[in-house]
């Protein structure tokens, strides 16, 4: 294991000082009580703020709601679990055995995490710059196209797109239970708008699934109430 680490850190292009972050990113909570969801947490932080510099300096020509669009195509689960295979990190997980059983190794959701959890150990590790040097490194391979099309879009980035569409701030999100044994685990989600005093429950069995759940229960009442 610890040349298989030594090996991702090679890929990473970063050494850690503190090797147990490194460690505690891959570790999902099947596996141990020291996982990796407020790395997570972090990382999820990090690199929305990275791709916002990234296409703030790139797409310079494009208004608030096309940058936000195309940050979404780029952060969404999917553009995430490519480049945690590309980093090899589904050998590398640490699960706990129904995890591994149930196919948790190649869960694009897990994957997904992990990434944004190792952006967060980075952070930790040596601060924002190298941790924004990481994603920069991560997203050289990935198309930045300003007329990324949103058909198809996640219900995040459709209430999302909806709420700046009325110059109001981006919802918030926080997880408020879990349900379940560890390796089929479902999480409570609320999606809440300040500004209309609104909030929303959903459940998934990610922390993402649940927020998909909660912005499309919250799109549905927002729909209703303010139907143009």
């Known amino acids: 294991m610890a040349n298989s680490l030594q090996e991702l850190q090679r890929r990473l292009q970063h050494v850690f000082a503190n090797p147990s972050l490194l460690t505690r990113a891959l570790t999902h909570r099947s596996f141990s009580a020291d996982h990796y969801e407020r790395l997570e947490f972090l990382g999820d932080s990090v690199l929305g703020l990275a791709i916002s510099d990234l296409l703030y300096s790139r797409l310079g020509s494009l208004d608030e709601g096309d940058l936000s669009r195309v940050r979404a195509n780029l952060v969404k689960q999917e553009t995430l679990h490519q480049l945690a295979l590309d980093l090899g990190l589904a050998d590398l997980l640490r699960l706990g055995e129904g995890e591994m059983r149930s196919g948790g190794q190649k869960r694009p959701s897990i994957l997904a995490d992990t990434l944004e959890a190792i952006m967060g150990a980075v952070y930790l590790d040596a601060g924002f710059t190298p941790a924004q040097a990481l994603v920069q490194r991560l997203f050289q391979a990935v198309e930045i196209n300003p007329q990324m099309d949103a058909i198809g879009k996640d219900a995040k980035t459709a209430l999302q797109e909806w709420l700046q569409g009325r110059k109001m701030k981006v919802p918030v999100y926080k997880v408020v239970g879990t349900l379940g044994a560890a390796h089929k685990q479902t999480f409570d989600v609320e999606c809440e708008i ?35």
Do not use: D, N, W
Request: aromatic share 6%; proline share 6%; charged share 25%.
């Open 194 to 228: 300040p500004e209309f005093r609104l909030a929303e429950r959903g459940i998934g069995g990610s922390r993402r699934a649940g927020e998909q759940a909660a912005a499309t229960a919250m799109l549905q009442t927002l729909q209703s109430k303010y139907p143009t």
